[in-house]
């Protein structure tokens, strides 16, 4: 069976320092990645999403960035953290064809 | 953007009773999503109804979907405590990647 993984469940971090979120998957191949941000009280906000290795697509400008050096993994990466960086950031996947996103646990953020 | 919106913001219900939610959206649609999101965690998907679909239903979920007035409804029968949770739409235009825009949820609160 697929199985998702995100770490690290919660992170503070100051302004201006740098950020790397790493999400897997296990179980599947080639499987289309996504990232979201999820402010408080608010939907899901796609911020990338990647249909193979090293394809990467944004939806909105931002001080993020993703990398998908391997198959199954999806990186999100910030050079220097802002205090609106701060957020619940999920990362979903979907087999190549379907409609369904499986997410995984998601990582809390907070920027200070 | 958020292309749904989620109608209401906030329901609470005792256990036994029926939950109604509803979605609005704005544009075409490949096909409309149901995902659930408890406290803190990650969404799971519930269901998925397609533009050419009116009615579907698993378990104690029934959903419409109204492609001329573009909206949905989710209804839980006989909810049970276990059902409070954050309940959202997502919207799929069909592009081939499922890039879904969700909407801001309904936190239902099922009190025994």
């Known amino acids: 069976s697929q199985t998702i993984h995100q770490w690290p469940a919660t992170l503070v971090q100051p302004v201006g320092s740098p950020l790397s979120l790493e999400c897997t998957v296990e179980?599947?191949?080639?499987?289309?990645l996504y990232w979201y941000r999820q402010a408080a009280g608010r939907g899901l906000q796609l911020l990338f999403y990647?249909?193979?290795?090293?394809?990467i697509s944004s939806e909105v400008p931002q001080n993020l960035s993703a990398s998908r050096p391997q198959d199954r993994q999806f990186i999100l990466s910030s050079k220097k953290l802002l205090l609106s960086d701060s957020g619940f950031y999920l990362c979903?996947?979907?087999?190549?064809?379907?409609?369904?996103?499986?997410f995984g646990p998601g990582t809390r953020l907070l920027v200070l | 953007s958020q292309q749904g919106e989620e109608d209401p913001q906030a329901l609470s219900i005792q256990e036994g009773e029926n939950a109604t939610m509803n979605c609005s959206y704005k544009?075409?649609?490949?096909?409309l999503q149901w995902y659930r999101q408890n406290s803190g965690r990650g969404l799971v998907h519930l269901i998925l109804?397609?533009?050419?679909?009116r009615e579907k239903h698993s378990g104690r979920l029934r959903v419409t979907l109204d492609t001329s007035k573009k909206s949905s409804s989710l209804l839980i029968t006989a909810s049970r405590a276990a059902d409070t949770a954050s309940y959202f739409c997502a919207t799929d235009p069909g592009s081939g990647y499922s890039t879904l825009t969700f909407g801001k949820g309904t936190m239902l609160l099922v009190s025994p």
């Open positions: 979903a996947w979907s087999a190549g064809g379907q409609e369904t996103q499986y």
């Open positions: 179980g599947t191949s080639n499987p289309n």
């Open positions: 990647s249909v193979g290795i090293g394809q």
């Open positions: 109804i397609r533009s050419n679909e």
């Open positions: 544009t075409s649609i490949n096909n």
